[in-house]
């Protein structure tokens, strides 16, 4: 039946043959369109969503370099029959958000209708981005459906989760490449104490070696703070005199800073 039919009496010719001769007749027919009102529209919006997303299931985990197959369950919850559903992955760029690469030009899925209480599954084959990360992931899946043929378009949003094994996030030191960065970088480039053996209560000296890690942007106007860890709210190690801050008018290689006493 066309969607743009509308309700009426309508007249379909039919064709009759026999030996010898032809002949077109009619017959009528009454088309009924759904009769739901915007008011059980209403009623059915305060029941909350339609579909349940990945309902009993088990997080799909893929590994980096495979291809992730896998399959997301939706079940109309309601008594309605979903007509004309849709269902949209959303697709995103950014590799710390979405870990598949985008190879297909559309991820759509959809369902000519969806019954009452009935599961209906979208299926994907994914390749997994190399610079991806371990980690979970939610996809985010937007669904458009029609509650009868004339109806208007309902939308819903929900979100299923995948797990990748990839490369591990690196640490801001190690990821740290100096001819890439625009601005100095300072480091603990090594540290040691005089003596090398400290006993509770003893003076020490502690030299920090501090470097600019960048090959080409100098530091300058530097304030270094030092700041003991705390054991039960009292600090472990103390400055001997003086203030435990440091001026550095400019710092272009390595520099050693001495401060600390042990409690």
């Known amino acids: 039946m066309r969607r743009d039919a509308k309700q009426g009496y309508y007249s379909i010719p039919i064709y009759l043959e ?7 007749d009619y017959i009528n027919i009454w088309i009924s369109t759904d009769t739901s009102s915007d ?18 299931q088990s997080t799909p985990r893929g590994v980096y370099p495979n291809v992730l197959d896998y399959t997301v369950n939706f079940r109309n919850r309601r008594s309605t029959t979903a007509q004309d559903v849709t269902v949209r992955m959303e697709l995103s760029e950014d590799d710390t958000k979405f870990p598949f690469e985008i190879n297909d030009g559309n991820y ?9 209480d009935e599961t209906v599954s979208a299926s994907y084959s ?7 990360y371990t980690g979970y992931y939610p996809i985010k899946y937007t669904i458009t459906f029609r509650l009868s043929s004339e109806g208007d378009l309902h939308t819903e949003e929900g979100t299923f989760y995948v797990h990748i094994v990839s490369k591990d996030k690196e640490d801001d030191l190690r990821d740290f490449d100096a001819n890439d960065r625009t601005k100095a970088r ?19 000296e502690l030299v920090l070696n501090m470097k600019n890690a960048s090959t080409s942007v100098p530091a300058s106007n530097i304030l270094f703070n030092l700041e003991s860890e705390k054991v039960s709210d009292s600090a472990v190690f103390t400055t001997e005199t003086g203030s435990s801050s440091l001026v550095v008018n400019s710092l272009a290689q390595a520099r050693a800073l001495r401060y600390g006493r042990s409690l």
Not at 39 to 56: A, Q, S
């Open 39 to 56: 008011t059980d529209d209403e009623e059915d919006k305060k029941e909350g969503n339609y579909f349940v997303i990945g309902e009993n």
């Open 186 to 204: 300072l480091i603990v480039d090594s540290y040691y104490t005089v003596p090398d053996e400290i006993y509770a209560g003893d003076e020490f």
């Open 108 to 116: 759509d899925r959809t369902f000519a209708r969806v019954q009452a």
């Open 126 to 132: 994914m390749a997994i981005r190399k610079d991806s």
């Open 18 to 24: 026999w030996d010898g001769g032809n002949d077109i």
